[in-house]
């Protein structure tokens, strides 16, 4: 695809429920990384994964966040025993595996009830 | 932390009016790139300034970089309503951090009145 895609764009859920939100990196970009905005808030960075190397996974929260990732290619985030504080918006992006410009996904805005 | 930090938090002018946006950092950098985000949504890239570089022009967009002060503006002249969103700055952290990873500040709200 021309850019980063991510599903779905909008999850509603009730407390205590697991939720799977998938990212379609770029073609061809190694890098991945997932963020999550709360309202009003900056990007807090999550995990990045670059290539076959061993994901940074220092920005996730709790135990109840986990993230896979195929190869170069899609990603899924999964979220289990989803809390009211982890209503927010979750942002992919991707890039060659650089310090350079960060492409990004439309996010998935998750609310949890 | 090594995230940059933009000033103001809000930002409201009328169009025409050139908007101003400031963001100070931490930590030694390699570059640090400006992104603008509408409604809540993906971050959209607008401009990247090496830290060998002083000022960066693109279109209407003028960015400035102070590395002795840590310090960064962006500056949008002759503002439209459309160019209403959210400004962030977003730092690579320099030698020795996580290759790839970017630090956000927590953003600009910049709203154009027409």
């Known amino acids: 695809g021309a850019g980063v895609s991510q599903s779905p764009s909008n999850k509603v859920t009730e407390k205590g429920k697991d939720v799977e939100l998938r990212c379609d990196p770029i073609s061809g970009h190694t890098a991945l990384y997932w963020y999550r905005q709360r309202l009003g808030q900056g990007l807090e960075f999550l995990i990045y994964f670059q290539g076959n190397s061993a994901p940074d996974k220092s920005g996730l929260p709790s135990d109840r966040f986990s993230a896979e990732r195929t190869g170069e290619s899609v990603s899924t985030l999964t979220i289990q025993r989803t809390q009211q504080e982890d209503s927010a918006v979750y942002l992919c992006a991707s890039n060659v595996g650089t310090k350079d410009t960060q492409y990004f996904g439309p996010g998935t805005r998750l609310t949890v009830l | 932390s090594q995230q940059g930090e933009e000033d103001p938090q809000a930002l409201s002018i009328q169009e025409g009016e050139n908007a101003t946006m400031n963001c100070s950092y931490k930590t030694s950098i390699n570059n640090l790139q400006w992104y603008r985000q509408n409604s809540g949504r993906g971050l959209v890239h607008l401009i990247l300034?090496?830290?060998?570089?002083r000022e960066k022009h693109s279109g209407r967009l003028r960015v400035t970089l102070d590395t002795s002060k840590k310090s960064s503006s962006l500056l949008i002249t002759a503002s439209r309503a459309a160019d209403t969103a959210s400004y962030f700055c977003?730092?690579?952290?320099?030698?020795?951090?996580?290759?790839?990873?970017?630090?956000f500040g927590r953003g600009t709200q910049l709203t154009v009145w027409p």
């Open positions: 977003a730092t690579d952290g320099g030698r020795g951090s996580t290759l790839g990873r970017l630090y």
């Open positions: 300034i090496r830290s060998n570089e």
